[in-house]
């Protein structure tokens, strides 16, 4: 009964390599995103898909591509990888805005920590 | 520009007191909300609380309260009792009505001691 999912939940690889993360939510929600988190922490946008739509693609290397192939998953493929890209990779789900305040359903999987070695 | 700001990067607190975080933000929308979510060592976002920027009261969860002072644009988080499980780092986050996505501040560690 996972609201969100996603896999795996360690990953390590060399760099080069190609890898995916895979995300699922089960509630319902029209939007997901990808977070990264650095080593200090920080957390950021990279993209974010709207019923499968592409509406939020901040600065992020082309090497990274996500896919959306229904509202309930949105997956994340990178090329190429690069010591720099070891980090904390958080899924999320939101619902639609409601009226006009913004919607607090707001839902993080787990986390993927990616270390490229 | 940073739209949330944290300044405390860590606190201690002893177990039973309450601890207040400190989060500013900067937005012109007039319509927002601002969350707060806690970290723990194990790595999940674990949501706490929420404040919508019409909401005339204070939020409240539990042992978590929001001091939402609008016009000082601050959502202080206050948690009151504290536990040695809310060692932990805490973040505040803001979403603007005319953005989907979740801006975080650079987050507050804390440390409760027994």
């Known amino acids: 009964d996972t609201a969100v999912s996603q896999t795996p939940k360690y990953l390590v690889t060399q760099m080069g390599n190609d890898k995916s993360i895979k995300c699922e939510q089960n509630?319902?929600?029209?939007?997901m995103y990808w977070y990264k988190q650095d080593s200090k922490k920080f957390l950021k946008i990279m993209f974010s898909y709207n019923n499968k739509e592409l509406i939020i693609n901040e600065t992020v290397p082309n090497r990274f591509s996500p896919k959306s192939p229904d509202k309930a998953h949105l997956n994340l493929h990178i090329n190429s990888l690069e010591l720099g890209d070891s980090a904390v990779y958080f899924c999320?789900?939101?619902?639609?805005?409601?009226?006009?305040?913004?919607?607090?359903?707001?839902?993080f999987g787990s986390g993927t920590r990616l270390t490229v070695v | 520009a940073q739209k949330i700001t944290q300044t405390q990067p860590g606190m201690f607190v002893q177990e039973k007191e309450a601890v207040t975080l400190d989060c500013t933000y900067d937005?012109?929308?007039?319509?927002?909300?601002l969350f707060w979510y806690k970290q723990p060592s194990s790595g999940e976002m674990i949501f706490l609380i929420y404040q919508g920027s019409y909401d005339q009261q204070n939020a409240t969860e539990g042992r978590y309260s929001l001091n939402f002072q609008k016009a000082r644009k601050s959502a202080n988080l206050v948690i009151s009792a504290s536990q040695l499980g809310d060692s932990a780092m805490y973040f505040c986050a803001m979403r603007e009505v005319n953005d989907y996505k979740l801006s975080f501040g650079a987050g507050t560690t804390v440390t409760v001691r027994a």
């Open positions: 509630l319902g929600h029209d939007t």
């Open positions: 999320a789900s939101s619902q639609e805005w409601g009226g006009t305040s913004p919607s607090r359903g707001y839902t």
């Open positions: 937005t012109s929308d007039p319509s927002y909300g």
